[in-house]
């Protein structure tokens, strides 16, 4: 028998997560596929979403190739734009979008010296998150030099939150504030959201959406955000899953697992499951986080090893070797897991390494 773990991915929520993000938010939506389509298999997801995705966003030029190497035609947008020359040629070679977001790209643009009205640009505006994108203050003058490119034919005004998945904080309509005054006499197509933009924010939808985490079918925003929208409710893509491999029996008193963190207080039974931090499950976690066992709420007691971890099968007699263990997925929140691990559902499902990927599509 091979190792039992694996990560399902469900192509059939995926397609129905974007179709959900792209009516709520109206005009267009670019899926976001950056890092392996958040560890579930780039070229995969974007074949699935290729007949209904009006394009995709990657982060880097590799990324992007990648996908049109695969036989991706959508448009396809490179979200940290081109590092040099090289990337900016290959970028229009393959007619890929990309973002300038910083004088030295323009530049570039300026020196390539591609054909006349070849190439169309995402203009990037810092509105308030401070990480890239052109200051308030530059965006008019940036603007300017870009639309004055030859080889530019169009500009698509772009801006990204900070804070959208913090219902009642007023950054983001900062952000969208700040946004308009400056672009206000720009032409060009705007998008301002990324997921929890397309969920919480109805005024920031503009031209094109951004959604990355919620195609995964992962909520970035709080529980109870969720509990005053059920329309948002999103279908789990990934089910990272294995199997119980061997049961032991704990007396009271006995420590179980490396550092011996966890002392069973009366006899208890428990499964060792074939998975661990080296698949991308988070070492972090502490005894108590959840995990389904054939469908039965459980959790996990001890430290979680590199190949390894163990579950709680004291209440659940029926449970015994080769019984499923589901991490996250269906039933399972990964947002829960996350909680847990001190971190967020991004970076679980892009830690999730070295489990086969096996797609489904009913
Ligand atoms: C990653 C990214 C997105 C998608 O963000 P989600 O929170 O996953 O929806 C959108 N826009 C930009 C600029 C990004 O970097």
């Known amino acids: 028998m091979t190792r039992p773990s694996k990560a399902l991915i469900d192509l059939a929520a995926l397609r ?50 990648e996908l049109r190497q695969a036989g991706i035609t959508r448009p396809i947008l490179v979200l940290e734009g081109c590092f040099d020359l090289d990337e900016l040629i290959a970028a229009h070679a393959n007619q890929i979008w990309f973002a300038v977001h910083q004088r030295a790209q323009i530049e570039m643009l300026e020196k390539a010296g591609l054909p006349p009205s070849s190439t169309h640009a995402w203009l990037k505006v810092d509105s308030g998150m401070h990480r890239a994108g052109f200051g308030l203050d530059d965006v008019k003058e940036a603007y300017k030099l870009l639309s004055r490119v ?22 983001t309509e900062e952000q969208v504030k700040a946004f308009e005054e400056v672009t206000r006499d720009l032409p060009g197509d705007r998008s301002l959201c990324n997921s929890a933009g397309v969920l919480a924010w ?22 109870s955000f969720l509990a005053q929208h059920p329309e948002q409710k999103l279908a789990p893509v990934m089910s990272l899953l294995s199997e119980i491999f061997a049961v032991k029996t704990l007396n009271p008193g006995d420590a179980l697992g490396y550092g011996g963190t966890f ?23 502490p005894t108590g986080t959840p995990v389904a ?19 709680d099968l004291t209440h659940l007699p029926q449970a015994g070797i080769g019984s499923q263990v589901e991490l996250w997925g269906r039933q399972v929140d990964i947002n829960q897991v996350a909680h847990h691990a001190n971190t967020i559902a991004y970076e679980l499902l892009c830690n999730v390494k070295r489990v086969p990927r096996i797609y489904t599509d009913q």
């Not at 996990?300 to 190949?307: A, C, E, H, N, T």
Request: hydrophobic share 45%; net charge neutral.
């Open 293 to 311: 066992i054939d469908g039965n709420a459980s959790r996990i007691v001890g430290r979680v090893s590199m190949d390894m971890l163990n579950v």
């Open 263 to 285: 002392v069973a207080d009366r006899t208890m039974r428990v499964g060792l499951v074939a998975i661990g931090y080296a698949d991308g499950y988070p070492r972090g976690v």
């Open 16 to 65: 129905q997560n974007y179709l959900t993000a792209r009516n709520l938010h109206g005009g267009r939506a670019l899926a976001v596929v950056k890092a392996n389509a958040y560890g579930h298999g780039a070229v995969f997801c974007a074949r699935a979403l290729s007949d209904i995705a009006d394009g995709f966003a990657v982060a880097f030029m590799a990324e992007a190739l």
């Open 150 to 171: 030859p080889a530019v034919s169009s500009i698509t005004l772009m801006s990204h939150f900070a804070r959208a998945d913090e219902p009642g904080e007023s950054a």
């Open 202 to 223: 109805p005024d920031a939808r503009r031209d094109w959406a951004r959604p990355g985490i919620l195609l995964y079918g992962a909520n970035p925003l709080p529980a």
